[in-house]
């Protein structure tokens, strides 16, 4: 007797409309592929940063499809479903299909940023039988650049830089194919119909052949000479790691005196990582960040045996690392066979060049020679830098790889804002709805160019993402070039103090915490009661911040100028204490009449400016060329941990709880300790301030979440010993790690706290 044939399950119709990172990451041609195995009809096409999907077949295979939507998606993809519904069925077609971009909802914008050159596209780079051999521009849906070609959304060729390059036959199929991992790929290339490089050298004749270019440019190299190298978000100047002469001609011509370098390494051994070995000591953390899709830049420790030359990170112990992660780099390190500097090609802390013309013409007088190419940048993006702290790889500088980064709001937002950022290590930030998005790495606001790519990305991430913002959120200091921006604007603006964004990054990042005491230790900014905060201990949450303990204040013989000349801030230190600085190199006899009568001589609380004091009396740095060049030579000087000297902590006259630093002096100016011993001393010392004044507020007001934001806590040795001795009394320790604890988030931290204040 047969068998019953078995039941057939019924069919059904349903919609799905998915959000998060869905474009530009081979979303459309992934959902294809599924519906060809579920054997389902319908369609999928983009809106303006979502992604919808009709699709009709079996109940069973609806099921599978929807759970893969997610469970299988691209690597790079970070999609959720937003809504399903059940349709009524159609029947009108029994195939599945990639319907044209529509224009939708332009909130729900997500903008991908640049990528890495994935693992298949750099096999058929390195494959003689490939089409693509050796090609610069290669890419696919899962690699290459993103947010710097974009002009506008939807993420279509036509919206992109890469508009002008028409595609040939060969390309044109594998686009047009949704069974091909070049499906769609907006920035599609190859050497028939893409983007060429030409090397340009002073009175040679150019090479606008791309293989002879690269050929010249490498012989440049091995000749050592400067090459500026055009990159997806900007220039580098290139040279031998290994060459004194090469790098210091870079740092002379620069001028980057002291500043250290980043070295791009060569990929090898099996995990990639063994260039990196030969010159430095990485554990797993770095290991894992010098491996993420970012390809950031990472600070990593040399080893003795480093045969880099000794000017790359003068008086530093670490070397920023980074593995190439475009096409063009993995061409020119596999051909030079040895690591290369890749420094940003700018001009004063401003941001990296983009234009061929404009590079030539202001890095003249430091590169050698030139290697373009003739695909534009539409907008700058610096390398991200990172450095483990604490055991996890933390953000020192957002950039290509890491932005424009998208984080959630922890309230949703009746008007779009825009934040204004610092006014060095500056960002913005745009947030509406329940989102905020902080844009990569602008710079120092300091020269025409920056705050004319400051202008461009404020613009560019407003028609980008379809969102005008309402109103402008800037530092309370009213002499900061964006603030002053952000008053000629016809928008209503709110002033945020420096230090209470600060605390709100962490408060943003962690809002499950309700109740804070955070340390924002910087450099210095413009404190509530008019002088330079910088050391101080802020109890609350965002709207609602109270300063509870700070460190002893001091004034700064000559203002501004102390930032760059820690030998001030070195006399303020042995002037407000009467010890004499013997060592002293300047004359001061005016100075310090000026500073008596506190004349330019504002005061200071800053955390930041005692610890230039102290590298400027252990003869670190009496001038510096870059901004926290003192405190980075301090921590790389220091020493094993030592026995802290137990610093007087008690209330000034406020009624706030101050911490006394004159006990450290005369270990400071102590030369019959090295100088090591004196750092590691310096180091403890203001670890076990971090914790007396968290014990002391803790019993005051029952505070338990303790964070540490403000550029003082790149500081590793700090940091660490911070962490250690708090979480060994009892107190959870956060420190920021998807921003930054520096000025670079500081846009962050002004959204975070200017709508809390608005909704108070």
Same mark, same amino acid.
């Given at each position: 007797m047969s068998s019953p044939p078995p039941f057939a399950p019924s069919r059904q119709s349903r919609r799905w409309l998915l959000g998060g990172r869905v474009q530009g990451v081979g979303f459309r041609p992934f959902v294809y592929r599924l519906a060809q195995r579920y054997n389902l009809s319908g369609w999928v096409r983009n809106l303006s940063g979502r992604v919808e999907i009709v699709a009709e077949g079996h109940s069973a295979g609806l099921e599978r499809f929807a759970h893969a939507l997610l469970s299988e998606a691209p690597p790079l993809a970070k999609a959720e479903i937003l809504s399903c519904e059940h349709l009524a069925l159609t029947q009108d077609s029994a195939t599945f299909r990639i319907l044209p971009s529509l224009t939708g909802a332009a909130d729900s914008i997500h903008l991908p940023p640049d990528y890495f050159l994935c693992a298949d596209c750099l096999a058929e780079l390195q494959d003689p039988a490939d089409r693509r051999y050796r090609y610069p521009f290669i890419n696919c849906t899962q690699c290459g650049p993103r947010y710097t070609v974009i002009h506008a959304l939807p993420y279509d060729r036509v919206n992109t830089t890469l508009a002008a390059f028409t595609l040939c036959a060969e390309c044109r199929k594998e686009y047009d194919n949704p069974r091909d991992r070049r499906f769609h790929a907006e920035p599609l290339a190859c050497p028939a119909c893409g983007p060429q490089l030409s090397f340009h050298?002073?009175?040679?004749?150019?090479?606008?052949?791309?293989?002879?270019?690269?050929?010249?440019?490498?012989?440049?190299?091995?000749?050592?000479?400067?090459?500026?190298?055009?990159?997806?978000?900007?220039?580098?100047?290139?040279?031998?790691?290994?060459?004194?002469?090469?790098?210091?001609? $870079?740092?002379?011509?620069?001028?980057?005196?002291?500043?250290?370098?980043?070295?791009?390494?060569?990929?090898?051994?099996?995990?990639?990582?063994?260039?990196?070995?030969?010159?430095?000591?990485?554990?797993?953390?770095?290991? /894992?960040?010098?491996?993420? /899709?970012?390809? *950031?830049?990472?600070?990593?420790?040399?080893?003795?045996?480093?045969?880099?030359?000794?000017?790359?990170? *003068?008086?530093?112990?670490? %070397?920023?690392?980074?593995?190439?992660?475009?096409?063009?780099?993995?061409?020119?390190?596999?051909?030079?066979?040895?690591?290369?500097?890749?420094?940003?090609?700018?001009?004063?802390?401003?941001?990296?060049?983009?234009d061929n013309g404009e590079a030539q013409a202001r890095l003249a007088h430091v590169a050698d020679t030139f290697l373009h190419h003739n695909r534009p940048i539409a907008r700058p993006a610096d390398d991200a830098v990172v450095r483990v702290i604490a055991g996890k790889p933390r953000v020192l500088r957002p950039g290509r790889g890491l932005a424009p980064l998208e984080l959630p709001l922890p309230f949703t937002l009746p008007h779009p804002i825009l934040a204004c950022g610092a006014h060095i290590k500056n960002t913005v930030a745009l947030a509406w709805n329940?989102?905020?998005?902080?844009?990569?790495?602008?710079?120092?606001?300091?020269?025409?160019?920056? =705050?004319?790519?400051?202008?461009?990305?404020?613009?560019?991430?407003?028609?980008?993402?379809?969102?005008?913002?309402?109103?402008?959120?800037?530092?309370?200091?009213?002499?900061?070039?964006?603030?002053?921006?952000?008053?000629?604007?016809?928008?209503?603006?709110?002033?945020?103090?420096?230090?209470?964004?600060?605390?709100?990054?962490?408060?943003?990042?962690?809002?499950?915490?309700?109740?804070? =005491?955070?340390?924002?230790?910087?450099?210095?900014?413009?404190?509530?009661?008019?002088?330079?905060?910088?050391?101080?201990? $802020?109890?609350?949450? *965002?709207?609602?911040?109270? #300063?509870?303990?700070?460190?002893?204040?001091?004034? =700064?013989?000559?203002?501004?100028?102390?930032?760059?000349? +820690?030998?001030?801030?070195?006399?303020?230190?042995?002037?407000?204490?009467?010890?004499?600085?013997?060592?002293?190199?300047?004359? %001061?006899?005016?100075l310090q009449h000026a500073w008596q009568r506190r004349i330019n001589s504002p005061q200071t609380s800053a955390a930041g400016r005692l610890f230039d004091g102290a590298a400027a009396l252990l003869g670190l740095a009496i001038e510096t060329s870059f901004?926290?060049?003192?405190?980075?030579? =301090?921590?790389?000087?220091?020493?094993?941990?030592?026995?802290?000297?137990?610093? +007087?902590?008690? #209330?000034?006259?406020?009624?706030?709880? /101050?911490?006394?630093?004159?006990?450290?002096?005369?270990?400071?100016?102590?030369?019959?300790?090295?100088?090591?011993?004196?750092?590691?001393?310096?180091?403890?010392?203001?670890?076990?301030?971090?914790?007396?004044?968290?014990?002391?507020?803790?019993?005051?007001?029952?505070?338990?979440?303790?964070?540490?934001?403000?550029?003082?806590?790149?500081?590793?040795?700090?940091?660490?010993q911070a962490m250690a001795l708090l979480q060994n009394d009892g107190f959870e320790v956060h420190l920021p790690q998807r921003v930054p604890c520096n000025d670079g988030s500081i846009s962050y931290g002004q959204i975070i706290e200017a709508c809390a204040r608005l909704n108070n």
């Open positions: 050298a002073p009175s040679e004749t150019p090479v606008d052949e791309t293989p002879a270019a690269l050929a010249a440019c490498v012989a440049a190299l091995r000749e050592g000479r400067i090459v500026a190298v055009k990159g997806i978000g900007g220039y580098h100047l290139m040279c031998d790691a290994r060459s004194d002469s090469a790098v210091q001609r $870079l740092r002379a011509s620069k001028p980057r005196p002291h500043k250290p370098l980043a070295v791009m390494f060569p990929l090898g051994g099996e995990d990639g990582l063994d260039g990196v070995r030969n010159h430095a000591r990485i554990g797993a953390a770095e290991s /894992q960040a010098l491996l993420d /899709q970012a390809r *950031p830049i990472v600070l990593v420790k040399k080893h003795s045996q480093s045969g880099l030359s000794r000017y790359i990170a *003068p008086g530093l112990n670490e %070397t920023g690392a980074l593995l190439p992660y475009s096409p063009l780099h993995h061409i020119l390190l596999e051909d030079f066979g040895a690591p290369l500097v890749a420094t940003s090609a700018n001009v004063s802390g401003e941001p990296v060049l983009t329940d989102r905020v998005v902080i844009s990569p790495h602008i710079g120092d606001l300091g020269s025409a160019r920056s =705050l004319d790519v400051f202008e461009q990305v404020i613009a560019d991430l407003q028609a980008l993402y379809g969102i005008r913002a309402e109103i402008l959120i800037c530092d309370a200091h009213p002499g900061y070039a964006n603030t002053r921006w952000a008053k000629r604007t016809n928008l209503p603006v709110i002033p945020v103090w420096h230090h209470h964004a600060h605390a709100s990054v962490l408060a943003g990042e962690f809002p499950e915490v309700e109740n804070w =005491l955070l340390f924002t230790w910087d450099g210095a900014g413009l404190g509530e009661d008019g002088t330079l905060w910088g050391g101080e201990a $802020l109890l609350g949450a *965002p709207g609602n911040w109270r #300063r509870a303990a700070t460190l002893r204040p001091f004034h =700064l013989p000559g203002g501004d100028k102390a930032a760059r000349e +820690p030998w001030r801030s070195a006399l303020a230190l042995c002037w407000e204490t009467g010890y004499t600085w013997r060592a002293c190199p300047e004359d %001061t006899a005016l901004e926290g060049q003192g405190p980075m030579y =301090l921590e790389a000087i220091s020493g094993e941990i030592a026995q802290p000297v137990t610093l +007087p902590l008690q #209330r000034n006259a406020r009624g706030i709880w /101050q911490t006394d630093w004159a006990p450290l002096m005369p270990y400071l100016l102590d030369d019959t300790l090295s100088a090591s011993q004196r750092s590691a001393i310096f180091h403890a010392s203001l670890a076990q301030t971090l914790l007396q004044q968290a014990r002391v507020l803790r019993g005051e007001h029952d505070i338990n979440h303790v964070g540490l934001s403000g550029g003082v806590f790149q500081n590793r040795m700090l940091t660490e």
